[in-house]
């Protein structure tokens, strides 16, 4: 057994070095729980004594326009920090803009999450990687920008604490210039230390460069005490610059150490214990400064960022959309509970007073009515509309107008043109046309929940009884109360108008193929396709998917979903996964999700790494041909057939497609009558409906009855005549009869048989026998038990059971089919909108029959 313990000597300084590694490890998660535990602890008298109803008050109070001059200087501030990248990364390929803009972005969002560069070698990764050759290039730069950033603050931090009390102006340049040179030794001391590791040779220590960063560092500390000192003085206090300097630069070396994310709660706790003004006035004070110099500029670099990284990967473009879409659907909620709380009472005084009543009553509304139509934009975000992104920055902007005129609610206001401009900002991810009305009953239900909310939230609020009601319209019964109830009014009517539109509109028609996209789909599916499900494309009731030549599908747009129907035709097996990515391609183009209806297991595994989950629809009966006989034991009951069909005075006969017109007349006769005694109507999409040119395009199969006495037979029967490629597969589409029912049926099945096998086909398809076998085996899923219920007892709406027992007695292969979905949650959606498409449109899904029809009903 070999032995690979260290044969070195471990003395006693080696073993405390170990010893001292294992505690920093162990030790380095519960630093910055104990660093603020003690800041807390130690300040916990001052901190107790803050009231968040007097913090409120104290920002609303602000004065705007110091708060306007922070959010100035912060921008300054980030312009600055811009900077560091621009000398730090000139071994890069990247230009001295870009590597401008990537410093500032880069600083402005990890600000927010540690303190300067701390959170930022991994953006300026992934910024700078098309740039860089070798990664020690980007190692050196993040290493010259922390040494410059820790000067700064180190030589500000000694500056202030060695400048004594009390100086004003003579003490303030002092501790500037005492800053710069310490701020310039730091930085040229740390890259003479750190030019002497061979693995960060790459930086170079030269004074001018130091001089550089040294001045950027100073000046960023600086503007960064600024800001701070101007959101104090927005609070209405006057207070001492250069102890608020020095507590400032203190609070911040404390962040710093408790390695908290932007120095949150640690630096906050001791600024607010040595800030001389009240408790309360001096948290407001630093919620401000927080927002405008942390999060502000973080949101903005967030959305930049995820601006370049769908421009750079499309494939983040959805989750892009996503959350623009959550940004903008915030913004409805935040109209929706700001119109339906109180005003402040003082700003309410001043509106009465400044503004027109009836200008204040249709901004309330507005508001309201604004907050609702976000959330429902929000879905048209989501989808990449550009009509919605359009539609969104003018709603935002009317929003932020309608907070100012109903209570002067000015932080609301800002709220929303920042959501606006942040929306604005990510224009080229909105690049879809959407296609129509792109309203849903998905949308109607969000507006739903939407006026819900209103409702609830206004009631608490307000405190309303049932008796607010009857005083709707008295201007005199406590304006704000009466106004909510004639918003919450309005956004009922529009709800109710919404759903009214969604059940009147209009839907989007349907076009037929021309006779030479037909062709041109037959041609392609006569050269690589199987079956016969696809030659039902001449019904006119689909559409055609072409992948160039390599694939064909037949599909319909139903809702939210492109609806495919059968198995697609590929040249080869292995090209599936191509045809379904230029598949899914063009689904996404047309906003919609494609699900599979009625495809068989050679689909399912290319579908299933996809992520579909599968519903059994049933099963299709094959009848092979080359087992049909007129001999023998497995030939008797063929025999009995024409026997009888024989005594019927019952022939069959094929006529070919250039006949059909001659017979027109007498088939719709026959099919009339067929849909009458069915008490039924046509269907569509998945099975045929009688129309002129569909029967005109394939051969018929004829059942005509002699009369007794002699005579011209009459036509009882009829069935299209579907031929697959290659002579794989026979069937028939739609079959109509009238009269004898089963004993015609059975004479038309086996002469087409017959007829099939005697020109060399190898399977006959009698077609689907509906929830066939579903939902019968232990540990089947919930939905597929639940069909299986309907196929043993829902003989009073479909004769299930009767149509798998009639198809079993010519001894058929049961070859299951599937609907294939994405999500568990969708089934219900999917089975209903394929219901609809298959009925020809909502209200047809349960009513009777109506009268056939020439062309395909619309259903899209």
């Known amino acids: 057994m070999t032995d690979y313990a260290d044969p070195r000597p471990r003395g006693r300084g080696s073993r405390f070095k170990t010893l001292g590694v294992w505690l920093i490890g162990h030790a380095s998660p519960v630093i910055p729980i104990v660093v603020v535990g003690a800041v807390i602890a130690l300040t916990w008298e001052t901190l107790h004594q803050v009231h968040w109803r007097d913090v409120r008050i104290a920002l609303h109070g602000m004065d705007g326009a110091w708060l306007a001059f922070a959010a100035a200087v912060t921008a300054l501030n980030v312009a600055v920090m811009g900077l560091y990248d621009v000398g730090a990364f000139e071994s890069t390929r990247s230009s001295a803009v870009e590597r401008w803009k990537y410093g500032a972005v880069a600083f402005a969002w990890s600000n927010f999450l540690t303190l300067g560069p701390f959170a930022g070698p991994a953006i300026r990764f992934w910024l700078y990687r098309p740039a860089i050759d070798r990664l020690a290039d980007l190692e050196t730069g993040v290493l010259s920008i922390t040494i410059s950033f820790l000067s700064g603050l180190v030589g500000w931090t000694v500056a202030a604490l060695i400048v004594p009390t009390g100086l004003r102006l003579d003490g303030g340049l002092l501790a500037a210039a005492l800053a710069f040179g310490l701020a310039f030794a730091g930085i040229y001391a740390g890259r003479r230390i750190v030019e002497r590791i061979e693995r960060y040779g790459g930086i170079k220590t030269g004074w001018r460069g130091a001089l550089a960063l040294a001045g950027i560092g100073w000046c960023d500390w600086l503007l960064a005490g600024v800001a701070y000192l101007g959101c104090l003085r927005a609070t209405g206090h006057v207070v001492p610059v250069i102890d608020t300097i020095r507590s ?21 706790a001791f600024w607010i214990a040595h800030l001389p003004m009240p408790v309360s006035v001096a948290t407001a004070g630093l919620v401000a400064y927080r927002a405008i110099y942390y999060v502000i500029p973080w949101a903005a670099a967030s959305l930049l960022l995820l601006s370049w990284a769908t421009r750079r990967a499309s494939r983040r473009l959805e989750v892009a959309r996503r959350i623009v879409a959550g940004l903008v659907g915030a913004g409805g909620v ?60 003018s709603i935002l902007g009317l929003a932020a107008v309608s907070a100012i005129l109903k209570a002067l609610d000015w932080e609301e206001a800002a709220i929303l043109t920042g959501v606006a401009l942040a929306v604005w900002s990510q224009s080229p991810l909105f690049d879809r046309e959407s296609r129509g009305s792109w ?15 209103f409702l609830v939230f206004g009631a608490f609020s307000f405190r309303l009884g049932p008796g607010a009601l009857s005083r709707l319209t008295e201007f005199g019964y406590q304006f704000e109360r009466a106004r909510y109830l004639r918003s919450a009014g309005t956004m009922a009517l529009v709800v109710a108008i919404g759903g009214l539109y969604l059940l009147m509109r209009v839907p989007v028609r349907f076009t037929r193929l021309d006779e030479a996209e037909l062709d041109r789909a037959l041609a392609v599916h006569g050269r690589i396709g199987h079956d016969t499900s696809f030659l039902m494309v001449a019904n006119g009731d689909k559409a055609v998917f072409f992948d160039d030549d390599r694939g064909v599908c037949l599909y319909r747009t139903a809702g939210p979903y492109l609806a495919v129907f059968a198995d697609p035709a590929v040249r080869h097996p292995s090209e599936r996964g191509d045809f379904l990515n230029a598949l899914f391609s063009f689904a996404g183009g047309l906003d919609r999700t494609p699900v599979f209806y009625q495809i068989s297991l050679e689909w399912i595994p290319a579908l299933h790494d996809r992520g579909y989950i599968f519903f059994k629809l049933g099963e299709e009966a094959h009848v092979r041909l080359d087992r049909v006989t007129l001999e023998g034991h497995a030939g008797k009951m063929y025999r009995q057939i024409l026997r009888r069909a024989e005594r019927d005075r019952l022939r069959f006969r094929i006529v070919g497609p250039e006949a059909v017109p001659a017979l027109m007349s007498e088939l719709a006769a026959v099919s009339q009558a067929w849909l009458e005694a069915k008490k039924t109507g046509e269907r569509q999409f998945s099975i045929g409906f009688f129309d002129e040119l569909y029967l005109q395009r394939f051969p ?11 005579g011209e037979p009459q036509l009882v029967a009829f069935a299209n005549l579907l031929p697959g490629p290659h002579r794989e597969e026979l069937s028939v589409d739609l079959m109509r009869y009238r009269g004898g029912g089963s004993n015609i049926m059975d004479f038309l099945f086996v002469s087409l048989f017959l007829h099939g096998k005697a020109e060399g086909y190898q399977r006959f398809n009698l077609g689907m026998a509906p929830l066939a076998s579903v939902g019968q085996m232990r540990g089947a899923h919930a939905r597929e038990r639940l069909a299986g219920l309907l196929f043993q007892h829902g003989e009073n709406w479909y004769n299930f059971q009767g ?50 029809r020439q062309a395909a009903p619309p259903a899209d």
């Open 334 to 393: 935040l109209m929706l509970l700001s119109t339906a709380s109180p005003a402040l009472h003082a700003r309410l005084l001043i509106v009465e007073q400044a503004i027109p009543l009836p200008l204040v009553e249709a901004s309330t509304i507005t508001a309201a009515l604004t907050g609702l139509l976000l959330l429902v934009l929000a879905r048209g975000l989501n989808r990449g509309y550009r009509t919605a992104l359009v539609a969104t920055i």
């Open 700 to 710: 018929c199969a004829l059942v005509e009855q002699l009369p007794e006495g002699g």
């Open 248 to 268: 400032f630069f203190l609070g911040q070396a404390i962040g710093l150490a408790s390695l908290v994310p932007g120095g949150f709660g640690s630096a906050d």
């Open 803 to 852: 149509l798998r027992f009639y198809k079993q007695k010519f001894d058929p292969e049961w070859v299951p089919r599937y609907l294939a979905y994405q999500n568990a949650w969708e089934w219900p959606g999917v089975m209903t909108n394929v219901s609809a498409l298959i009925a020809g449109g909502w209200a047809r899904i349960m009513l009777p029959a109506r009268k056939p």
């Open 439 to 453: 309203l849903e009953p998905r949308d109607l239900a969000l507006a739903a929940v939407a006026l819900a909310l």
